[in-house]
């Protein structure tokens, strides 16, 4: 039999090629023609005048780079809380306080900035109450609506998820605080605020004086008599760890400050805030978290150095 009588029972063209192998290249030349009459895949250009594409105008957004359809502001400083260094203070953005040390800033503006000379520092839970999100807390009591978390009983909300460092700084903002009756309204980290961790509360007895209380639970507290407290504050319970493994809380409001140390150095741990006794809006939850007091030396020549600085972690 000759070769082409054989390659034709073997089902093959002249060119070599199988049948069914010439028969898929049609196929893909079909497919190919088919085509032809698509338009090609185009991305829209970015809209000059809506940079973030958020539907709200560059001139009038008040956070033009970063997508915030929403616009909440919640210090009402101009700067939406997405971009916005300080989202629970008013300032200015600015954020220079480590530039004489470091050379550069760490991301925490001036204005809110825990250590205004250190390396490190995180804002790393935020909740304003924009939006309900009492899924993200445990408890009890707390109703979120009109931009805040409101009680007129006895309630209190911890964080399911712990955080860790060896600083840990809680903080609540109280827009409005109306006294029922004898009670406290309290914030605290490394715990629930119930059988574990630290808290800064400010109690209220009738006919006696406001008081400030640092306690470490299941250890020892420590009490200041304060003039009495009237919204808006806020309200910080701040721990950190030094070199030496010792460990101190801090509560702070306003001007005053208590500060005591505590028996245990580990500062990892969930954190809480609760009120009893009075009508209690929180307006903002913020919590920042630290390494051991790192400083960064410059260089010019040799770039940055990570070190670790001796002296108050509390700076």
């Given at each position: 039999?000759?070769?082409?009588?054989?390659?034709?029972?073997?089902g093959k063209t002249t060119h070599g090629h199988s049948l069914a192998q010439k028969l898929r290249w049609l196929h893909v030349?079909?497919?190919?023609?088919?085509?032809?009459?698509?338009?090609?895949?185009?991305l829209q250009p970015r809209n000059p005048d809506d940079v973030d594409a958020d539907g709200v105008p560059n001139a009038l957004?008040?956070?033009?780079?970063?997508?915030?359809?929403?616009?909440?502001?919640?210090?009402?400083?101009?700067?939406?809380?997405?971009?916005?260094?300080?989202?629970?203070?008013?300032?200015?953005?600015?954020?220079?306080?480590e530039l004489g040390a470091l050379g550069f800033g760490d991301g925490i503006g001036d204005a809110c900035d825990p250590r205004?000379?250190?390396?490190?520092?995180?804002?790393?839970?935020?909740?304003?109450?924009?939006?309900?999100?009492?899924?993200?807390?445990?408890?009890?009591?707390?109703?979120?609506?009109?931009?805040?978390?409101?009680?007129?009983?006895?309630?209190?909300?911890?964080?399911?998820?712990?955080?860790?460092?060896?600083?840990?700084?809680?903080?609540?903002?109280?827009?409005?605080?109306?006294?029922?009756?004898?009670?406290?309204?309290?914030?605290?980290?490394?715990?629930?605020?119930?059988?574990?961790?630290?808290?800064?509360?400010?109690?209220?007895?009738?006919?006696?004086?406001?008081?400030?209380?640092?306690?470490?639970?299941?250890?020892?507290?420590?009490?200041?008599?304060?003039?009495?407290?009237?919204?808006?504050?806020?309200?910080?319970?701040?721990?950190?760890?030094?070199?030496?493994?010792?460990?101190?809380?801090?509560?702070?409001?306003?001007?005053?400050?208590?500060?005591?140390?505590?028996?245990?150095?580990?500062?990892?741990?969930?954190?809480?805030?609760?009120?009893?006794?009075?009508?209690?809006?929180?307006?903002?939850?913020?919590?920042?978290?630290?390494?051991?007091?790192?400083?960064?030396?410059?260089?010019?020549?040799?770039?940055?150095?990570?070190?670790?600085?001796?002296?108050?972690?509390?700076?």
């Amino acid at each position: 039999m000759s070769t082409s009588n054989k390659d034709r029972e073997q089902g093959k063209t002249t060119h070599g090629h199988s049948l069914a192998q010439k028969l898929r290249w049609l196929h893909v030349l079909a497919f190919v023609a088919a085509c032809s009459d698509v338009e090609p895949l185009t991305l829209q250009p970015r809209n000059p005048d809506d940079v973030d594409a958020d539907g709200v105008p560059n001139a009038l957004d008040n956070c033009p780079e970063r997508y915030n359809d929403d616009q909440h502001d919640e210090d009402g400083d101009g700067f939406g809380d997405v971009c916005d260094v300080c989202p629970t203070v008013i300032d200015d953005q600015g954020d220079f306080g480590e530039l004489g040390a470091l050379g550069f800033g760490d991301g925490i503006g001036d204005a809110c900035d825990p250590r205004s000379t250190r390396d490190g520092d995180v804002l790393e839970r935020i909740d304003t109450f924009k939006v309900d999100t009492s899924a993200n807390w445990v408890g009890f009591g707390w109703a979120i609506g009109g931009d805040v978390a409101r009680t007129t009983a006895d309630a209190r909300w911890s964080s399911p998820q712990e955080l860790s460092g060896d600083g840990l700084r809680a903080q609540i903002h109280v827009p409005l605080l109306v006294w029922l009756r004898g009670g406290f309204v309290e914030v605290g980290v490394n715990g629930d605020g119930v059988d574990a961790g630290t808290t800064c509360r400010i109690t209220h007895l009738d006919g006696q004086p406001d008081q400030l209380i640092a306690t470490e639970l299941g250890g020892a507290s420590m009490t200041i008599q304060i003039p009495p407290v009237v919204a808006p504050f806020t309200l910080i319970a701040w721990r950190t760890i030094k070199l030496d493994r010792t460990s101190t809380l801090r509560c702070i409001l306003g001007d005053t400050v208590v500060e005591m140390p505590l028996d245990d150095d580990v500062p990892a741990g969930t954190f809480e805030f609760a009120s009893s006794g009075a009508i209690t809006d929180i307006g903002s939850v913020a919590v920042y978290t630290f390494p051991i007091n790192p400083c960064v030396q410059v260089s010019p020549n040799e770039g940055a150095t990570l070190r670790i600085c001796d002296g108050d972690p509390f700076d």
